[in-house]
């Protein structure tokens, strides 16, 4: 006892004479892993000597404001509503502080990384060395493992929590290599199953709606025109990873589905990202690759020519974790959040120069890809799957696109309030908060999607006909599979674990939390009342006509309801750029401001993770949001603003 007490007494007295890392004594916990990882299994000590490439995240200036700032440009209320900010201002408002920099760069230095190893990313917003695993335990006071990876049999290196000086916080965001594992593709959000339709070959006015949703149905359903107009600057942009669009499909789509005649040589702008390729003439038809791609083409396409569409393909696709992030996509678009030399969260996001063989030789794309006012992502990630801080940052690159005037929509997925698998299509839940949250087949708690969970994008869910007739109007998409109910299609909908309720859903969320409680305890999803409510609008995600590989399908998913909203929002767009007007930028404020330009879906919920889910009611709900479009009203609303 004696002799503890005086080796205790002996270390203090070493450290405090020992200065010049006398800060490290005040070490805080800055990032801890939550919970077991799926799929990974923890090793033994990772060698002292082992070399890593370690990333320091900055943290940005002026994020406290970002709420404040988005709002100022896109809350129809504010005296700027429209005023959308350049990119040099976003990029000069939130560059990492001087101070910040030094602050990261003072303290590496203290604790023996030489200011000669740091360098700095294109934006000043990373500092990189390369630190021996020693070095860096060290440095973040932890362990390092070697973790295998249960199918591959990989090993990565990884801790489960690190500390930062309580001096050095507040300048850091989050370093890397640490607790990331996942190497999360975003996956696309389509029902796997399409039903062929051989009898049907073309036009079959209103009648066949039920069956097989034509651009027509959807003009009468959404009482929409065919465009008019192709404003210069006003395409539409569509991201796909790895659904590659085959280009016969489109003129066949067009010459059979269409009443208003668009050329056959009509095919998108395309943007190759970090080695995206067009039609892979190879591709599998098990998989349906190419199937996503066929469906978000064909029917923007109908909706908003003579517009243009932009394809935006991320990735080469040679191996599955070549794919690409959303932070892959980001980088094409914004140099200033590139990282160092490509691969923003080694083990999240994948590495360019592509080591794979066969892969993209190029260099991780930084800027110069053009941004579009209207982007559509059928595709999206599990938020218990990623690090907190990595969403977070990308969070607030979407909302740095809004405040340049873009609208981001993404899909709301299709598993109800349960999530699907990476690898396969099984239905994930939580497990229980005390276990961790992360994804197991048989949790029984909701598991929300990411980005969709980010307050600055709109989120968009599913619906389908109540009848025969499209005068019957919309409920909740609802396709349970009796052989497997982990095929079940519901539209995607919650509560985000992460992010905090934005004001502009605040009213309409509390309607519903507080008019029509869901009976779920706080284990079973977030019903704290404070966390961002998804999605915030729908439209039509059932049989979906496509044409894929010269034969007639109706497809379902999310996934068709989101290019379907972005394409009304670009003709909208269209009406107030004819105006004289701008087109709108970040669209919920707005559209929570006017739910009057919805048709309320009131029938039909989402189950899921053992559970009937949440279930649609008057006014917003976490399954079909404000509703579908109801164009002459929304039109209303986009000329009647700034
Ligand atoms: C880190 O090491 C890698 C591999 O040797 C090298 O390519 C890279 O340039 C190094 N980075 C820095 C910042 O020294
Ligand atoms: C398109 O229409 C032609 C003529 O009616 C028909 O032969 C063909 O099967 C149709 N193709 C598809 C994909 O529906
Ligand atoms: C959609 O298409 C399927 C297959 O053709 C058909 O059986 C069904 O009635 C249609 N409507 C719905 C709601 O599934
Ligand atoms: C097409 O033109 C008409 C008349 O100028 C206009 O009212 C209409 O809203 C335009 N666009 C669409 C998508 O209907
Ligand atoms: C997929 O390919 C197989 C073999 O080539 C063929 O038999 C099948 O009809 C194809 N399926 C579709 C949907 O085209
Ligand atoms: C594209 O085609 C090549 C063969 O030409 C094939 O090796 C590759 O796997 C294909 N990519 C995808 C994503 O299907
Ligand atoms: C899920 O539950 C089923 C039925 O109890 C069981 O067979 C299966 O192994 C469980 N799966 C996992 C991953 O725990
Ligand atoms: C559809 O419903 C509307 C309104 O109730 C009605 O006027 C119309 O005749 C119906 N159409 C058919 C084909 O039954
Ligand atoms: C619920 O959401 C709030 C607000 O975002 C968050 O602070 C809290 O941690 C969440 N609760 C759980 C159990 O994840």
């Known amino acids: 006892m004696r002799s503890s007490i005086l080796l205790i007494a002996a270390t ?20 801890k892993r939550d919970g077991a990882h799926h799929q ?24 406290h404001k970002a709420e404040e700032y988005i709002l100022d440009v896109s809350d129809p209320s504010s005296p700027n509503f429209g005023r959308h900010w350049s990119a040099e201002k976003v990029a000069n408002t939130f560059a990492p502080a001087k101070k910040t920099h030094d602050g990261v760069a003072e303290w590496l230095v203290k604790s023996g990384i030489d200011a000669t190893r740091h360098t700095y990313s294109t934006g000043r917003n990373w500092i990189q060395f390369n630190g021996t695993v020693a070095e860096t335990e060290q440095l973040f006071n932890t362990e390092y493992h070697y973790y295998e990876h249960d199918l591959s049999g990989g090993y990565r290196i990884a ?69 008019n107009t192709s404003a210069a600057g006003n395409e539409m942009g569509i991201g796909e990873w790895a659904d590659f669009l085959y280009l016969p499909d489109l003129p066949l789509f067009f010459a059979n589905y269409t009443t208003q005649p668009i050329p056959s040589n009509t095919v998108p702008e395309f943007i190759s990202i970090d080695g995206g390729q067009t039609a892979n003439l190879t591709y599998d038809n098990e998989t349906g690759s190419g199937v996503e791609s066929a469906l978000d083409f064909q029917t923007s396409y109908s909706i908003i020519y003579p517009q243009k569409l932009r394809l935006y393909q991320v990735g080469d696709g ?68 990623l690090p907190v801080s ?64 980010c307050p600055w994008i709109t989120a968009v869910g599913a619906t389908f006909l109540k009848g025969e007739n499209i005068s019957d109007g919309e409920v909740a998409v609802a396709l349970p599979d009796s052989d497997d109910p982990k095929n079940d299609y519901y539209s995607g ?16 969320v509390t309607n519903y939390l507080t008019k029509y409680p869901p009976h779920y305890p706080s284990h079973i999803y977030n ?30 998913g999310t996934s068709a309801s989101t290019p379907i909203f972005a394409s009304i929002v670009t003709l909208l767009n269209e009406e107030r750029i004819a105006a004289g007007k701008g087109p709108i930028c970040f669209l919920n404020p707005m559209l929570y401001a006017h739910p009057e ?46």
């Open 390 to 453: 990595y969403q977070v940052r990308q969070c607030h690159e979407w909302m740095k696109l809004g405040l340049q005037g873009v609208s981001v929509l993404f899909a709301a997925g299709d598993s109800g309030v349960a999530n699907r698998y990476n690898a396969g299509y099984e239905n994930s839940c939580l497990t229980s908060p005390d276990v961790g949250p992360y994804v197991d087949v048989n949790g029984t708690r909701f598991s929300p999607s990411f980005p969709t969970n």
């Open 493 to 508: 909908g919650g509560f985000s674990n992460v992010f905090a309720l934005p004001s502009y859903q605040s009213a309409a």
């Open 12 to 31: 203090c007295f070493a450290a405090s004479f020992s200065a010049p890392t006398a800060d490290n004594h005040n070490f805080v916990l800055h990032e």
């Open 527 to 556: 019903n704290s009342g404070t966390s961002r409510a998804y999605p915030d609008v729908s439209a039509i995600g059932l049989n979906v006509t496509i044409v894929y590989l010269g034969k007639t399908f109706g497809v379902g």
């Open 597 to 642: 330009a919805f048709n309320d879906i009131t029938v039909g919920g989402n189950p899921g993770c053992g559970s009937a889910g949440f279930k649609c009611q008057p006014g917003w709900d976490p399954v079909t949001g404000l509703g579908t479009p109801n164009y002459p009203k929304l039109k209303e609303v986009f000329l009647s603003l700034p």
């Open 40 to 63: 990974w299994t923890k090793r033994t000590r990772a060698h002292p000597d082992e070399i890593l490439p370690v990333r320091i995240g900055l943290i940005q200036s002026n994020l």
């Open 159 to 227: 801790c489960d929590e690190y500390h930062l000086p309580q001096s050095v916080r507040e300048y850091v965001d989050f370093a890397m290599p640490t607790i990331q594992l996942e190497g999360m593709r975003p996956i696309r959000n389509l029902l796997p199953k399409i039903a062929a339709k051989s009898s049907q070959t073309g036009l079959t006015g209103l009648a066949n709606c039920y069956d097989l949703i034509t651009i027509e149905c959807l003009r009468a359903l959404y009482q929409f025109g065919p465009g």
């Open 318 to 385: 040679v191996n599955i974790d070549s794919v690409g992030t959303f932070n892959i996509f980001l980088d094409a678009l914004d140099a200033s959040y590139c990282t160092y030399l490509g691969g923003d969260a080694p083990y999240v996001d994948p590495e360019y120069p592509d080591p794979n063989e066969g892969g993209y030789e190029g260099p991780l794309q930084c800027g110069g890809a053009p941004i579009s006012n209207v982007f559509s992502f059928s595709y999206n990630q599990i938020e218990a799957a």
